[in-house]
């Protein structure tokens, strides 16, 4: 036998008891009990303690929380009706807290809303479609088989793999290839470069995207359909009928006549994958040569696929990795197949594909971010309200003498606060609509305005919360107090300390300083990323996509002319050509040395003015530009490159390989310059005229631009105004291409582009710290008002006794000085400790600066004393007389 | 007309109270409909049903009977009223015209 009865917790019998109406508790309770015993005996102590837990949760209930008598119902309108009033008095009575309170609250509440907005919209990414826990999107892995050491992981797959695996594996029910390139469309007149996605037939049987018009069991059979969604129908077709109609598409010089078999919703606003032009994935193959479309080797596609109703999906990745040997038989490496859930793919960050998809962290530091906004407003909440609470002790003296009860005043304290806070959410909400537009921009997510029943809730649970505790709190402070001493008004504060308040202003603080110091250091290290030499001249330099063209003597003719062209006009200081852009990744080679191990070395494929136009200097050799008959095995590597071989005389080398056939000379080592972001360091880069050089030892690669070719016009304009040069541009594409749009861009904005997102993030941060500290200050100023009114009559007889204004200044001041020290002090490190974590993401960081921790720490203890003296300086400043006379 | 209007499980609680004539308090009801009905239901979910139902005036309540696995509390007793019985007799009435009414089943 235990020696113990069984019993239920005791802090769920306090629950229910402070609950629930007196005249129910005891039948209730006694039943409940009645229960537990029984339940222990049958089902053990913890499950019937569980249960009983549940139970008095389950009396959460309004028809037993607001159960009364009808008599009794009337008297509470009355109160209400009172409290109400009262509570408005209130709120008149002091305005410059009340609108501290609701100011700081309201935007908290703005900046909350809208971050949940957000993250709704994020986590509803790609949920729209039915099958969705069915659908997968294979990966690879390439491990070394010696070392299992994992040398690639990507999305982008294969091209033949899920056919392949269709075929061999029964549990895969549909399986369709996603591809994406650019080509130009035309209808009549209009003429666009456009992204055009390649899929197969089952597409449609595997997503939910429904056809507008059309027949989406047809819709992608026939080898020439196109399909548009409806906002390209109605760019290209304007109202019209799209269906049947003809459009043009043009691939790699291969033009194309297709008919448009329907209008597709693309739910763009909610889809990874963009659809705006769908063909048939036949016609992927006029872009890729013949040898990757069976091949294991080139990672072009993404690969879905759609599993059986009542198919098992665990292990499915062993199942398809060994379902995959057949075709890909492992020799120094291996490749296994991954599958990534349909649903998870919009936050997976790690390994990715072309879909779109948003970093997993961006959420949490939005969340976090707006979480520390609401703490600091809702800590300046209950601060002020406590303290200003303290200023009501007689009132509260008085109320207590006449009768009213714990409950009664704690009632009061909350319908007080919950006024506050209702009204401070929906100011709150209405300036989240004002600033929702801004928002969106920063997010760089379309954010729609909507208030659904979970957001709602959202905001009703704040609300709830704020309004309880700060409720709570106020009556526990005001309580403690006797209520006849009160309402004599013996009470003195003066020497009385609070710990906990004490201790949310130092945590508020800090938290304040934190973001500050974050967003200081976030600026300082994209502008100096922004201004770190890149090892060329990014000013005034034009990049101009040539368009796709079969070879290479035509693409080389095209250049040529249009150089011969452009370079009339005074202003065109020189024209180059290269096959990858500034925007995109680079493409890597992969060259299979003879251990069996595999070296990754960047390439790119230019013309001889390249270098020059770029303003790339040589550290030593010749540049392609110098040699007469420009031997066409001539190449030139970057400085990395050499370094990485650690060779002492590069120009007696080769790029070793084993399947290289022939020899190549490199005549010239380019100083190093940044092809990709500053986030990576450089890396080995070899750069030829003529790509046949390196080709017999290529053994595999990644890329977006393939196969090698110059397709991109760099054009450096002089000084002077850039409009002539452009039309002067733009001339001459029209006269060589009259059929396709002259696009160009702004090198030095792509490259901004590149860190646009950080810099969303820096003004994203900077809002919220500034906003932080914002609020922390008129919570201060709010207190420090307080304490004043508090000490007016200890202020008036210490002037008396001869208190100097400085010493008066001091005295009021020194206490929320030492606070805010204290939370300088907790704040630094942590910021350290965080931000060395953050600029450890980018190969080239700004140092962390002591002199900016140091600086801010100063400049935030300045502007703070500078608040507390004047509030002080103010009671300093007055008659004591009048303050000591004051009854 | 609200007060015309009974929950599916309102009626079961109203029901089964009537059943238990002068032993219905909490527990007793969540028994009955377990051993009858095999039906699990929550004892709280009993309780707030049956302040409705008084509220609505269709069964009383008094309390009595402390016993000591209650830690020494009473039980709050219910009784069926006049206008608690006349409420399920229509409900009931209603139902088997409405089977009536139902073309294959008899």
Redesign the interface.
């Known amino acids: 036998m235990k020696n113990k009865m069984p019993a239920p917790p005791r802090w769920a019998i306090q629950l229910l008891e402070s609950f629930c109406p007196p005249e129910l508790l005891e039948g209730i309770l006694g039943d409940l009990l009645e229960q537990f015993d029984r339940h222990a005996q049958r089902v053990g102590l913890a499950s019937a303690q569980r249960r009983f837990i549940w139970n008095v949760l389950r009396l959460f209930h309004p028809s037993i929380l607001f159960r009364n008598h009808f008599s009794l119902h009337l008297m509470q309108m009355a109160m209400l009706k009172s409290h109400l009033l009262v509570a408005l008095r209130n709120i008149q009575k002091r305005k410059a807290h009340s609108f501290i309170n609701i100011f700081g609250l309201s935007f908290a509440f703005a900046f909350m809303f809208l971050v949940v907005l957000f993250l709704h919209q994020e986590l509803a990414y790609d949920q729209f479609h039915s099958q969705k826990d069915r659908i997968y999107r294979l990966y690879n892995t390439i491990k070394k088989v010696e070392t299992g050491q994992i040398v690639n992981q990507s999305a982008v797959t294969a091209i033949p793999l899920a056919m392949d695996l269709q075929q061999s594996v029964p549990a895969i029910q549909y399986a369709s290839r996603w591809a994406s390139s650019s080509g130009v469309i035309q209808q009549d007149q209009n003429l666009a470069r456009e992204v055009i996605s390649f899929v197969d037939s089952q597409f449609l049987k595997i997503f939910d995207f429904p056809l507008v018009i059309g027949d989406e069991a047809t819709a992608l059979y026939q080898p020439n359909a196109i399909i548009l969604s409806q906002e390209k129908a109605k760019k290209f077709f304007g109202d019209e009928n799209p269906l049947h109609q003809a459009l043009q598409l043009t691939l790699n010089d291969s033009l194309l006549n297709l008919v448009v078999t329907g209008v597709i919703d693309n739910k763009k606003e909610v889809s990874s994958m963009v659809l705006d032009f769908v063909v048939p994935f036949k016609l992927y193959e006029i872009i890729i040569p013949p040898k990757m479309r069976t091949s294991y080797r080139f990672s072009a596609v993404e690969n879905y696929i759609l599993l059986d109703t009542n198919a098992d999906s665990t292990n499915l990745g062993e199942v398809l990795t060994r379902a995959i040997q057949v075709h890909s038989p492992p020799d120094v490496n291996r490749l296994e197949i991954g599958v990534q859930a349909l649903g998870d793919i919009h936050l997976e960050a790690e390994i990715v594909g072309n879909t779109q998809y948003t970093h997993p962290q961006k959420l949490y530091i939005l969340a976090a971010l707006a979480l520390l906004v609401l703490v600091v407003a809702f800590i300046n909440f209950i601060t002020l309200s406590t303290s200003q609470a303290l200023g009501r002790l007689k009132e509260m003296g008085m109320r207590r003498t006449l009768g009213a009860v714990r409950r009664q005043i704690t009632r009061q304290l909350i319908v007080e606060s919950f006024l506050l806070v209702a009204l401070a959410a929906s100011l709150g909400l209405g300036l989240s609509y004002v600033i929702m537009p801004g928002f969106s921009t920063w997010v760089d997510a379309p954010l729609a305005f909507r208030i659904s029943p979970v957001e709602a809730w959202y905001v009703l649970a704040l609300i709830l919360a704020i309004t309880l505790l700060s409720g709570f709190l106020q009556s526990a402070v005001l309580l403690k107090y006797d209520a006849i001493q009160a309402l004599k008004g013996k009470i003195l504060f003066t020497g009385q300390k609070s710990r906990w308040r004490e201790g949310l202003i130092v945590f508020q603080f800090a938290l304040s300083i934190l973001l500050i110091l974050g967003a200081v250091h976030i600026r300082s290290q994209l502008q100096f990323i922004q201004q770190k030499d890149l090892g060329f001249d990014q000013e005034r330099l034009i990049e101009i996509p040539l368009g796709d063209s079969p070879d290479q003597q035509t693409m080389a003719l095209k250049v040529e002319r249009f150089r011969h062209l452009a370079q009339k006009n005074s202003q065109v200081v020189a024209v180059g050509a290269s096959m990858n852009n500034t925007a995109d990744p680079w493409t890597e080679l992969t060259f299979e040395q003879d251990d069996g191990q595999k070296e990754s070395l960047f390439f790119n494929q230019i013309d001889p003015q390249y270098l020059s136009t770029m303003g790339v200097e040589l550290v030593e050799g010749i540049d392609f530009s110098a040699r007469s008959n420009n031997a066409s095995n001539a190449i030139i590597v970057n400085q990395a490159l050499v370094d990485h071989f650690g060779w002492e005389d590069p120009f007696t080398q080769q790029i070793p390989g084993k399947k290289f056939e022939g020899s190549h000379q490199i005549i010239g080592v380019a100083k190093d310059f940044h092809f990709s972001s500053l986030h990576q360091k450089i890396e080995p880069l070899i750069l030829v005229l003529d790509p046949t050089t390196i080709e017999s030892g290529i053994t595999g690669l990644s890329t977006y631009t393939w196969p090698p070719n110059l397709y991109q016009l760099l054009v450096r304009i002089g000084p002077g105004e850039l409009e002539g040069a452009l039309s002067h541009l733009e001339a001459t594409w029209q006269e060589l291409n009259p059929d396709a749009p002259f696009e160009f861009n702004f090198v030095d904005e792509v490259l901004a582009a590149k860190y646009a997102e950080e810099q969303r993030w820096g003004s994203v941060i900077n809002a919220a710290s500034l906003f932080g500290i914002l609020i922390a200050w008129l919570g201060l100023f709010g207190l420090m008002q307080l304490s004043v009114q508090k000490r007016k009559r200890e202020i008036g007889i210490r002037k008396v006794l001869g208190a100097s204004v400085p010493g008066i200044i001091s005295l009021l001041s020194s206490k929320y000085g030492k606070l805010l020290l204290i939370s300088i002090l907790v704040a630094c490190p942590v910021a350290w400790l965080l931000l060395r974590k953050w600029l450890a993401t980018f190969s080239y960081q700004i140092a962390l600066n002591p002199f900016y921790f140091i600086g801010i720490s100063l400049l935030v203890l300045l502007l703070t004393i500078i608040i507390l003296s004047l509030q002080s300086y103010r009671a300093a400043q007055r008659n004591p007389i009048v303050a000591i006379k004051m009854e | 007309m609200r007060k015309n209007y009974l929950g599916e499980f309102e009626e079961l609680i109203l029901t089964v109270v009537g059943i238990l004539g002068q032993e219905a308090?909490?527990?007793a009801i969540?028994e009955v409909i377990e051993k009858e009905l095999d039906r699990k239901v929550?004892?709280?979910?009993v309780?707030?049903t049956l302040?409705?139902l008084e509220?609505k005036g269709l069964v009383t309540?008094e309390?009595a009977g402390?016993?000591a696995?209650?830690?020494g509390?009473?039980?709050?007793y219910f009784k069926i009223t006049n206008a608690g019985i006349a409420q399920i007799q229509k409900l009931q009435a209603q139902r088997q015209q409405l089977w009536g009414l139902l073309p294959n089943f008899n």
């Open positions: 308090y909490g527990n969540v929550n004892l709280s979910a309780h707030i302040y409705r509220d309540s309390m402390a016993t696995t209650r830690g509390r009473r039980k709050r």
